[in-house]
């Protein structure tokens, strides 16, 4: 019995160990796990056009949402349009997201119009508050300008297959929303919903959330989600910092603005070599601009016309021209800033006001700091030994031909080329080394 009982208790400890050894193994494993994400609501705005910052920006929310097992993405939109690529690239990563995106046309009185319609229509859910409109979806040729009868169609086509492919698995109204493509149409927010372009209207985030409790939606790939909001905690996602710079930059004001600033800089650092502050701020702002401008449809040919604007405020300064030089170089350009950018919306190109207060100013200060260096270099030079040549100076000695004279009260030797008692003047004809060469200065 003492051995059968050993054997017992052995096994006991056995057991009992490995019961140990499990439940610790367990505790490492649930701690190895990574803690499950608390339900939220992503939300991020867009309150701009649509440009490739706002392509990255998406971008990298949905990857926040998708890390973070969020309940939903919610985007405020409130844009005139934008780049086409852009939109298509934005599309492209909504139809992916792991998590259900909402657009929502936010607040009162914005638009989703271009590409912020398709925008809203490859969300999830699509829903705009009171008072906003959305539409006027018409692909435009960048510049403005008339476009090839065959290259708009076949632009359009393209614009409408494409939306048609997304409205359809949305179940949304195909016919209408291919009108706004294809006839330029806009919706206010009570038609768009009649006409089944979106699916809620709501007054604020709230009443949104409330709307959408306990509906159940079709992602893209086929999947049945069944949305729970209501209630749920809001995270704000803003832009980082370099999404922040380079969003301001890519106003194409701004950035015709710096590459102003950046060249006059530049122009003030050659003028005045080892000023060294001039030139670093405009290599800095001259790279930032061609960077934004990188980004944008720009026209780089109209570049010259900018360039040619300089050369012309040189030439006003060099030979005064009364103007008209420097007349033809803010004209100049105000041409480049205007052709600079070739965009499709209005409010991606550079403003008529803003060319002209920009050129006008520059002209001005160009022929000015130029006409300054240029009679600079004209003027008699009145130091140094050749500020001496032409000076009249004073005979301390005789000069037959040698002596001493005194100039600038400086005691010099000269030698002068007729004899010349001491103190009568003398006019200085050259200068070698440490002799004055000197004439008999004319008398009264």
Known sequence: MKYIFGLARRGGVKAKGRGLAAALALAVALLALPPAAAAEILKITLDDTINPITDEYIERAITEAGRTHADALLIEINTPGGLLDSTRHIMEKMLASPAPVIVYVTPSGSRAASAGFFIMEAADVAAMAPGTNTGAATPIALGGGQMDPVLKQKIENDAA???????????????????????????????????????????????????????????????????????????????????????????????FILLAIGLMAVYAEFNHPGAVVPGVVGVIFVILAIFAFNLMPTRYAALVLILAAFVLFALEAKFGTHGVLAIGGVVSMIMGALLLVDAPIPEMRIHFLTAAAVSVPIGLITVFLLGIALRARRNKVTTGTQGLVGATGMARTPLAPEGKVFVHGELWNAAASAPVAAGEEVRIRRVDGLTLYVDPAPKA
């Open 161 to 255: 297959a494409f939306l048609r492919s997304v409205v359809t698995r949305r179940g949304r109204n195909v016919e209408i929303a291919e009108s706004a493509v294809r006839q330029a149409k806009s919706f206010t927010e009570a038609e768009a919903l009649k006409d089944r372009l979106i699916d809620v209207v709501a007054k604020d985030t709230q009443d949104l959330f409330a709307q959408l409790q306990g509906r159940t939606i079709q992602r893209f790939d086929g999947k049945q989600v069944e949305l729970r909001l209501a209630g749920q905690p809001i995270r704000d996602f803003p832009m980082t910092l370099k999404q922040r710079l380079l969003d301001y930059i890519m106003d194409p004001n701004v950035a």
